[in-house]
């Protein structure tokens, strides 16, 4: 908000499978439209328009023909327009960065490509804690399957195992 003016700015995370998003993140000046942790339905439309061009910018949320609900929320609260950056980290689709003003037309291009910037960043530290998680899990299966492998082996007898060795070998 420092950066850009705006009265909302969040960032959602999507579960293409689930058709679904959850808010990561959110900061507001008043009270927030969307509360951190909820998830919601993903919106068709806005999808595709993230999926086809790096950002949708709403510049007159009033003027708006076919508000999404969220949409909906988004002006009974007063806000006036909205601009989503999607969060691409190579080429998948995660989430979005949104921000939000009560004014009309407050987005200028600069401010748009400054929150491309910011949006880039955060990406890619998405991305790269969701690999951090996964290395961790994959780390925890390998010390179980140790684990399982010492216990299993610890009980065998070791004559029959040397027998069967040599007997093979030759």
Not at 26 to 31: D, N, R, V
Not at 72 to 98: D, F, H, T
């Amino acid at each position: 908000q420092a950066i850009i003016p705006c009265d909302q700015v969040g960032v959602s995370l999507f579960d293409l499978e689930a058709g679904e998003l959850q808010i990561l993140a959110l900061q507001a000046t008043g009270t927030p439209v969307l509360e951190i942790g909820t998830q919601h339905p993903l919106n068709e439309e806005w999808l595709a328009q993230l999926l086809q061009n790096e950002t949708w910018l709403i510049a007159d949320m009033q003027a708006l023909a076919n508000a999404t609900p969220i949409q909906q929320r988004v002006r009974e609260q007063g806000y006036n327009s909205s601009v989503s950056i999607r969060l691409m980290p190579q080429n998948k689709l995660i989430g979005a960065l949104y921000l939000l003003s009560r004014k009309s037309n407050a987005f200028s291009r600069d401010e748009i490509e400054v929150a491309r910037e910011v949006a880039d960043q955060i990406a890619i530290a998405i991305h790269q804690s969701q690999l951090l998680a996964d290395n961790r899990q994959r780390a925890e299966e390998l010390d179980t399957l140790r684990r399982v492998t010492l216990d299993i082996t610890a009980q065998l007898d070791l004559d029959k195992v040397l027998n069967t060795v040599v007997k093979n070998a030759m």
